[in-house]
């Protein structure tokens, strides 16, 4: 059994591993097209630059047989040293726990970082931050394991962790360009809603990371029954995420007058993170109350942050990470089943979680303030006002978009392309009398902008009532309705420009009243979007190949 508990220790390292694509598919989902290529190439340099980083430097830091004073481990190079002997199994598990932490800030940091600013982040936090304090809590001479300080999976040790660094870092870059309006002292006037441009990506980053969790709170088990046993942390890791987003889709419903998909979506990762300290130590109804609080904790966070602090976090990660990790350790003083303050336990390891979770905040300050601010006097930070207007996929990494298949290009032609068709000279073209049968007719413009799926409907209906020309174009259109004021992330939003079509249509024989009719009939569903339609005179209207003009230029 001892070998397959070790089997299924590496099983549970491979799905923290996995747990990268999620975070890299949760940030690009919550954050704008143009940055989607730079926020996947940070979520795999944090695991590739963090590999060696921690290979020389953290794992000696954190695990080293010989540990001082409880605090820090020397560096004994083993893997160079005594390979055939090494523990490569905490090796490996440690080490995709140290790129978890460390990725965890690029969500805040988003679409505003220069690429090489973060690269260097990340190999600090790699090498030095995170082994220190990890070791404290998971080496076994480590001080905080010697006091009975609990965080089975790292609630404390890689949540706060990297919650921490995420809020240090978006202080110091500030908001990105358009989150927020000024005055001319400075103070915000209007705080804007920057919509991620795909909550389906979010959605599917969020049931990875939900799927990866087993193993991030299940591989450390060595036992299948029982409190702290394999299956019970599968079922706290089930019920928490759960539960909290029911909370926060009533919370937000309730609040807002709709259910926020985005806040929802961040509510299970709160769960995950708050119940990850606590998944071996609590029962079922331990893992629901912490579950109802971290739903509620995650929307206040959020929304503190950006409308009362004016703290640009695109994706949440503080509100997820910092303040639930926060909540996930110190509820273990409350709901652990064997010295809980709700168990009889008293108050003795709930100080000891507190005085955990304020020193290993305190560490992370103290070296995310001096890592940041060499960072961004010697190196700079920050992307460049272009860069981040045009998109760091376009002028970081040289790509003009990671949805280049997506982009409706326009197709250039160059002579006789068309079928091998030659030019034909103007002086060519049919010869036509000036005058025309019907000198009295009158033509007129429809315009309609509408949503592109209701294109074949608008098109049958043009076509039973004979209108047989028309021009389609793809244009983006916004607007907003009077009195409906739509929020994301509890921020109104803006205007926002959305996908429609274009049809322009001109008609003499056909009445336009009832072109108009027509189109009102196939377009009216009574919700926003329907579409406008615009009616203009037209003074003339001239066939190009046969110079006819009038009433029957409009006759094919």
Not at 362 to 381: E, N, P, Q, R, Y
Not at 445 to 463: C, H, P, Y
Request: glycine letters at 12%.
């Amino acid at each position: 059994m001892s070998e397959v508990w070790s089997v299924w220790f590496l099983i549970g390292a491979a799905l923290v591993f996995f747990m990268q694509c999620g975070f890299a598919m949760v940030e690009t989902g919550f954050t704008r097209a143009k940055n989607a290529g730079n926020i996947i190439m940070k979520n795999l340099m944090d695991f590739c630059i963090g590999t060696p980083m921690f290979m020389l430097l953290g794992f000696g830091l954190m695990m080293s047989e010989n540990y001082f004073f409880g605090v820090i481990g020397k560096p004994n190079m083993q893997l160079f040293t005594n390979f055939a002997e090494g523990d490569w199994s905490a090796f490996v598990f440690n080490l995709v726990f140290c790129a978890t932490a460390a990725t965890i800030v690029s969500g805040s940091m988003a679409e505003r970082t220069k690429f090489s600013a973060y690269c260097i982040y990340s190999a600090v936090i790699s090498a030095v931050v995170y082994p220190i304090e990890a070791g404290w809590v998971w080496n076994s001479q480590g001080w905080l394991v010697q006091l009975g300080f609990v965080d089975f999976a790292g609630g404390a040790a890689i949540h706060s962790v990297g919650g921490t660094a995420a809020l240090i870092g978006a202080i110091f870059l500030g908001p990105r360009i358009g989150k927020y309006d000024y005055d001319k002292d400075g103070k915000v006037t209007k705080v804007h809603a920057i919509p991620g441009h795909s909550l389906t990506l979010g959605a599917l980053g969020t049931f990875i990371l939900w799927f990866g969790w087993y193993g991030f709170n299940g591989a450390a088990c060595t036992q299948l029954l029982g409190v702290g046993g394999l299956a019970a942390v599968f079922t706290t890791t089930t019920i928490a995420p759960a539960v909290a987003c029911v909370t926060t889709m009533i919370f937000t419903w309730v609040k807002n007058g709709k259910p926020d998909v985005s806040m929802t979506l961040n509510a299970s990762l709160a769960g995950l993170v708050a119940i990850t300290p606590t998944c071996a130590t609590v029962d079922a109804l331990g893992a629901s109350i912490i579950g109802i609080v971290s739903g509620i904790i995650v929307v206040v966070v959020v929304e503190l942050l950006d409308l009362k602090l004016h703290i640009d976090d695109p994706v949440g990660a503080v509100a997820v990470h910092l303040a639930n990790g926060i909540w996930g350790t110190l509820s273990d003083g409350l709901f652990n089943v064997e010295n809980g303050v709700f168990y009889g336990g008293g108050f003795k390891h709930l100080g000891v979680q507190c005085l955990g979770e304020v020193t290993i905040v305190a560490w992370t300050t103290v070296c995310m303030l001096i890592t940041f601010s060499l960072i961004k006097k010697l190196h700079g930070l920050r992307a460049s006002r272009e860069e981040e207007i045009i998109g760091l996929d376009k002028l970081e990494h040289g790509i003009d978009s990671s949805y280049a298949g997506f982009i409706m290009a326009p197709q250039v032609m160059t002579e006789g392309a068309a079928g091998g068709e030659s030019s034909v000279p103007v002086e060519k073209a049919v010869p036509v009398a000036k005058a025309t049968s019907r000198p009295d007719a009158k033509f007129h413009m429809v315009t309609i902008i509408t949503r592109q799926s209701k294109f074949d409907e608008l098109k049958a209906a043009m076509n039973d009532i004979n209108v047989t020309g028309m021009t389609v174009t793809n244009v983006l259109g916004c607007g907003q309705q009077h009195g409906n004021v739509q929020k994301y992330r509890g921020v109104e939003m803006d205007m926002t420009l959305l996908p429609k079509i274009k049809v322009d249509i001109v008609v003499s024989e056909v009445p336009v009243d009832l072109v108009v009719t027509a189109a009102k009939e196939v377009l009216y569903t009574g919700h926003i979007g329907d579409g406008k339609i615009f009616v203009y005179d037209v003074q003339n209207v001239v066939k190009v190949r046969t110079g006819e003009e009038g009433y029957e230029a409009l006759q094919d």
